[in-house]
């Protein structure tokens, strides 16, 4: 069985998210994922660090987790702001001339499973779950090969 499992602390600035894109990318791909999916959960990681840069507060620090196995991928992202009623969150798509809201739609459509938690002046976290398809010749089948 393969697992890895990374935790980031990162100041919430812009310049943090290409780093997590680049990190869970290599990631997913050393242990074989096929590329599709890899661009899927980049991108729906990619939205969901967006919103904490843009809507935690200032100087607030966020923590990435990144988990993946044979099977799916599980991140968290948890931010020390303020905080939002998540039950309030719509999913559908913004206009097409909106330049945002389409960000949590995004997250819903590319992955299996997107889950808030939320408190006011506690924080969120956002959990992004996906199951993980495997390339048959990749690094993951060389892993399960019979001796």
């Given amino acids: 069985m393969v ?6 602390c990162l100041p919430r600035d812009d310049s943090t998210v ?8 290599c990631a997913l791909h050393e242990v074989g994922v096929v590329p599709d999916v890899i661009d899927d959960v980049v991108l729906a990681l990619t939205e969901a660090c967006a919103n904490v840069v843009r809507h935690s507060g ?3 620090e966020y923590e990435v987790r990144l988990a993946v196995n044979d099977t799916w991928c599980e991140i968290s ?7 939002f009623d ?3 969150l719509a ?4 206009g097409s001339a909106e330049e945002q809201g389409r960000g949590l739609a995004l997250m819903h459509a590319l992955v299996d499973d997107v889950r808030f938690e939320s408190r006011p002046e506690a924080g969120t976290v956002v959990h992004l779950v996906k199951e993980l398809p495997m390339l048959a010749d990749g690094p993951h089948g060389r892993f399960n090969r019979p001796a």
Avoid: N, Q, T
């Fill in 91 to 94: 999913v559908a798509m913004a």
């Fill in 18 to 25: 290409p780093v997590l894109r680049h990190i869970a990318s």
């Fill in 58 to 60: 200032a100087g607030d």
């Fill in 3 to 8: 697992r890895v499992e990374i935790v980031l």
């Fill in 86 to 88: 998540s039950s309030s």
């Fill in 77 to 83: 992202v948890i931010d020390a702001g303020h905080g």
